[in-house]
């Protein structure tokens, strides 16, 4: 079985330029998860998707991310325009229940 | 919202010591809780979870942890070190919600 991927796996972007990660879930998985950790700190809920649906977007920071799952399959988050307290690694994570997320191996973005 | 503490954000053993890695959260009702670790350049790794049952429970690579409610913890144990274990471990709680709330992380480091 596929596990989570992400791409890409690290994005250096100036601040003010835009820059989209995506997140493909192991197949089948109705729940997605965005997660981010900036530096040092916890890992932080940024919002969930069940199926196509916007579960809980109750983590997302601010109007610059926009996060979208089409047709239920991959999803991508986007920022724009990036600042530099948006540095971070970004997680997907997919599950079918509530055993415990499959996480992806993240996105190092940096912004500068 | 709940919060997660993982005391040490660093943590030093010997190859063949006890791994004591703690995590206290606050939680009213019961939670579901995890131990996901992460290897250098990989993602997160579910290394075992609680979910109802046993309290005492085992994951993989001989890490256990053990389900206390009366002192709201949740602390990850090895008997024995070895070298691949050094990694940075996180602790996570769960609750009715689907988001999960992450401790800030601990370094382990394995001395040869």
């Known amino acids: 079985e596929a596990g989570v991927t992400q791409f890409p796996s690290h994005s250096v972007i100036e601040k003010g330029q835009t820059v989209t990660l995506r997140c493909d879930p192991i197949s089948g998985h109705d729940n997605l998860y965005w997660y981010r950790r900036v530096m040092g700190k916890e890992i932080k809920f940024l919002l969930h998707f069940v199926k196509e649906s916007k579960q809980d977007e109750s983590g997302m920071p601010n109007n610059r991310f926009l996060a979208e799952r089409t047709g239920g399959t991959y999803s991508t988050l986007k920022v724009q325009p990036a600042e530099l307290e948006d540095s971070g690694v970004y997680f997907c994570a997919s599950s079918q229940d509530r055993g415990g997320y499959t996480f992806g191996s993240g996105t190092r973005l940096t912004v500068v | 919202a709940q919060s997660v503490t993982q005391l040490g954000s660093h943590v030093s053993v010997s190859e063949g010591a006890l791994v004591l890695l703690r995590c206290n959260y606050s939680?009213?009702?019961?939670?579901?809780l995890f131990w996901y670790v992460q290897y250098p350049n990989q993602g997160l790794q579910l290394l075992l979870k609680y979910t109802t049952g046993a309290t005492l429970v085992k994951g993989i690579n001989g890490f256990e942890a053990e389900f206390k409610k009366s002192e709201t913890s949740f602390h990850l144990t090895k008997p024995s070190a070895h070298m691949s274990d050094a990694a940075e471990y996180f602790c996570?709680?769960?609750?009715?919600?689907?988001?999960?709330?992450f401790g800030t992380g601990t370094s382990l480091t394995v001395i040869p």
């Open positions: 939680s009213s009702v019961p939670p579901y």
């Open positions: 996570a709680v769960g609750e009715t919600s689907n988001q999960f709330y």
